[in-house]
Structure formats: structure tokens, C-alpha cells
Nanobody, 125 residues
Framework: QVQLVESGGGLVQAGGSLRLSCAASGRAFDNYCMGWFRQAPGKERQFVAAITWSGASTYYTPSVKGRFTISTDNAKNTVALQMNSLKPEDTAVYYC??????????????????WGQGTQVTVSS
């Protein structure tokens, strides 16, 4: 049984930092792309960042590029999202997800096969 379990969310002031972690288990993820999405109240789920399981390639949505960093730790089977210079508009529930790796980075939620339960990130102004 595949499980993705997020942790690390919380309340932070604008300009602050948070580090999210996603613990992956239940199968080998070598042929998978790992992604982070977020969903604010009343809005659609939005792509944030993705990485190949090896960590060799990454992709970010423009609004977080330069502020967020996605990484993997294959030994611990985890995927992290380091978020710096946080803004109130980053407030959302953040989800970890896994998709079969393709020649392009998947940015649409329906392309992802496995999902975590989400962790709340709140950035106060």
C-alpha cells in the first residue's frame, strides 16, 4: 500500500521560512516524478514544484522559483520542499504527490497517481 505522508506545515510570518517533508512508502519510486501542489480555500489545486526521484531534474511554477527548493533523500525515501521568503499568497494546504515519470514534468493533478493527506501552511502579513 503506497503512502505519502506530509509534515512540516504551520503558521509563519511573511518573509519567513518553512520546510515541508513527504515520507513515501509502499513501493519503489525510481520511475516516478514527485510533485508538490497547493490548494487555497475556494481555489483549484495548483502545481508548485516537481522532481525526478533521483533528484537530477526539477521544475517550478514561476511564482515560487527562486524562493522554493524541492529535493529528494533517496536513503530516507523523502521529498522536501524548502520554502523561503514566504508571502501571504502562499497560504494553502500543501500536498505531496507521485506520478509515473514521463519525458515532461506533469503539472496537472489528474496526472498524479498517489497523494498525501496535505499539510496546512499559513503565512500572516
Amino acid at each position: 500500500q503506497v503512502q505519502l505522508v506530509e509534515s512540516g506545515g504551520g503558521l509563519v510570518q511573511a518573509g519567513g521560512s518553512l520546510r515541508l517533508s513527504c515520507a513515501a512508502s509502499g513501493r519503489a519510486f525510481d520511475n516516478y516524478c514527485m510533485g508538490w501542489f497547493r490548494q487555497a480555500p475556494g481555489k483549484e489545486r495548483q502545481f508548485v514544484a516537481a522532481i525526478t526521484w533521483s533528484g537530477a531534474s526539477t521544475y517550478y511554477t514561476p511564482s515560487v522559483k527562486g524562493r522554493f527548493t524541492i529535493s529528494t533523500d533517496n536513503a530516507k525515501n523523502t521529498v522536501a520542499l524548502q520554502m523561503n521568503s514566504l508571502k501571504p499568497e502562499d497560504t494553502a494546504v500543501y500536498y505531496c504527490a507521485a506520478a509515473i515519470k514521463r519525458y515532461y514534468f506533469q503539472t496537472i493533478p489528474r496526472e498524479y497517481e498517489y497523494w498525501g493527506q496535505g499539510t496546512q501552511v499559513t503565512v500572516s502579513s
